[in-house]
């Protein structure tokens, strides 16, 4: 009950909180930055030793430079974040801005279904809700429900907002199902870890093995719908662009892993070109492989 009520108080004040104007959020923003990286060192291990292992190229002080860059990004994305619970439409289409939209209503256009790829890059929360907003099929973004049930509700809440559809990754298949008979436009954040059970796929990522999820391979080479990739460019404080990238169209012809190793590969090349916008506090190396 305690957990409820902090709970509860928590999602009080998100609410009031993405009543403000994004320019009062970016000066609080700034405040938060100061206190995670200097005061508290949020996560300053884990990010640290992320970045040193995935970046042998950089040296010290460069690291302490895309460091600090990430966790200023950290700190804006928090309040982007909290806004999605008040952000209009206008407000979504004039700073989530998406180009090559072309070839994927084409297939919408044939009464065909389309896949998405995407990671934990920029403001993915703002990409949900800019593709509901984007693109003329059906949106069904899969996700990974929150072990905190207050929480796990009120992130439903935002992402569904503007007609998105929001899955459970373990009911993505019977989705595709009821969907079948209609274009659909399902969603993947493939950097995703697996759980330690899950993890069956390991490869070479930022020098890393790493455990990869391997949905969308088995969707795809099932349905043979063609996958995209949805390229986020970070463009300045509280903008973006969006390139949707073909990079799969048959699936079906694909060997094993194949289309696992492009979105992975594509990932890599994304973060190394600019690697402040991925989320380097998360533990995506907990577990590592086990050879006999």
């Not at 200023?72 to 979504?92: C, G, H, P, Q, T």
């Not at 180009?99 to 998405?116: M, P, R, T, W």
């Not at 986020?232 to 094993?256: F, H, Q």
Request: with cysteine; net charge positive; hydrophobic share 40%.
């Amino acid at each position: 009950m305690l957990k409820k009520a902090i709970s509860n108080v928590g999602l009080f004040l998100l609410s009031a909180l993405s009543l403000l104007p994004l320019s009062i959020l970016y000066v609080l923003a700034d405040v938060v930055y100061l206190l995670i990286y200097y005061v508290f060192g949020y996560r300053r291990k884990v990010v640290r030793e992320n970045l040193l292992k995935a970046l042998p190229e950089k040296n010290l002080a460069e690291i302490i430079i895309i460091e600090k860059r990430f966790y200023k990004y950290l700190a804006d994305l928090i309040f982007e974040i909290v806004k999605m619970n008040n952000i209009s439409r206008s407000e979504i289409r004039k700073r989530f801005i998406f180009h090559n939209k072309a070839q994927i209503e084409a297939y919408f256009a044939d009464g065909k279904s389309v896949l998405i790829c995407s990671a934990h890059y920029g403001n993915w929360e703002w990409g949900t809700l800019g593709i509901g907003l984007n693109f003329s099929a059906d949106h069904y973004p899969i996700y990974k429900p929150l072990s905190n049930a207050v929480f796990d509700g009120w992130f439903r809440k935002v992402r569904s907002r503007f007609g998105n559809k929001l899955i459970a990754m373990r009911q993505t298949l019977r989705a595709l199902q009821a969907s079948k008979n209609t274009s659909s436009l399902f969603s993947f954040g493939n950097d995703q870890a697996p759980s330690k059970d899950e993890s069956h796929y390991w490869t070479s990522f930022l020098h890393q093995q790493t455990s990869v999820q391997l949905g969308i391979e088995k969707i795809a080479k099932k349905t043979n719908q063609p996958i995209f990739y949805l390229k986020v460019n970070y463009i300045k404080r509280g903008y973006y662009e969006v390139d949707c990238i073909p990079l799969c169209l048959n699936p079906a012809e694909t060997a094993a892993f194949e289309i696992t190793e492009m979105h992975t590969r594509f990932l890599e090349k994304i973060i190394r070109a600019e690697p402040a916008y991925w989320l380097w506090s998360h533990k995506r190396w907990k577990y590592q492989p086990k050879f006999n």
